[in-house]
């Protein structure tokens, strides 16, 4: 079974830009979540999206938008790039249907904002 | 979601086990422990959870105690491929799902030849 498939892999954007990253779970999963990783912050959950509902925000500010497709897709957008946006943009799924499923990590999209 | 502490770094010989430790001594009875590995450069990689009772896979043994103040991941034979941050993570869990997880520091375990 193919795993978490995330794209670009890499990303060099510019300040004051906008990047969509895209995110495609295991099949089956219905809940993809994103993470952002960085070398100060650690990881840190973004948000969480359900039958293209979000359902659990983390504390990040309104550049980080997020949205899930009918066929469980997902993709997440940072409006007006900063500098301290460049990190690993990590997605993971899981299948909830299944009570205490594990989530599933892709191996992220690095974004270096400059 | 609890708490967690682990040493911030190990090194095991090659062949040896490897045991993790971690300690969650504010955890709730609905929160299962889990454990993640990161390896440089790629996502984290999902190894094993438990609630109360010792967990084994093909992967690792965790071993929890009985107050579950306390877990240890247990690499039976560790080889190089298994050096990476290790994050142990305690997750409640409800019937509407809860896909947030809270990464402390972890340890970066060092597999020495």
């Known amino acids: 079974k193919a795993g978490v498939t995330q794209t670009p892999r890499y990303l060099i954007k510019t300040r004051g830009q906008q990047v969509t990253l895209s995110c495609s779970p295991i099949?089956?999963?219905?809940?993809v979540s994103w993470y952002q990783q960085t070398p100060g912050q650690g990881l840190q959950f973004l948000f969480e999206?359900?039958?293209?509902?979000?359902?659990n925000k983390g504390n990040f500010p309104g550049r980080f938008s997020g949205r899930q497709f009918s066929n469980s897709r997902s993709e997440m957008n940072v409006s007006t790039l900063e500098l301290g946006d460049s990190a690993l943009y990590l997605c993971?799924?899981?299948?909830?249907?299944?009570?205490?499923?594990?989530?599933?990590f892709g191996n992220g999209t690095r974004l270096t904002v400059t | 979601d609890a708490k967690t502490t682990q040493p911030p770094s190990m090194d095991c010989a090659e062949g040896r086990a490897a045991n993790l430790p971690c300690n969650h001594s504010?955890?709730?009875?609905?929160?299962?422990v889990y454990w993640y590995r990161q390896i440089h450069s790629q996502g984290p990689q999902y190894i094993i959870h438990?609630?109360?009772n010792n967990e084994t896979n093909e992967m690792a043994s965790l071993i929890i105690t009985e107050d579950r103040k306390s877990s240890t991941l247990i690499l039976p034979h560790a080889t190089l491929r298994d050096t990476a941050v290790y994050y142990c993570i305690v997750r409640v869990v409800s019937d509407f799902g809860n896909e947030k997880l809270t990464f402390g520091t972890g340890t970066r375990l060092t597999i020495i030849p």
């Open positions: 993971a799924s899981s299948l909830v249907q299944i009570y205490n499923s594990p989530l599933h």
């Open positions: 099949s089956g999963h219905r809940s």
């Open positions: 438990g609630l109360k």
């Open positions: 504010t955890i709730s009875g609905n929160e299962y």
């Open positions: 999206y359900f039958s293209e509902t979000q359902r």
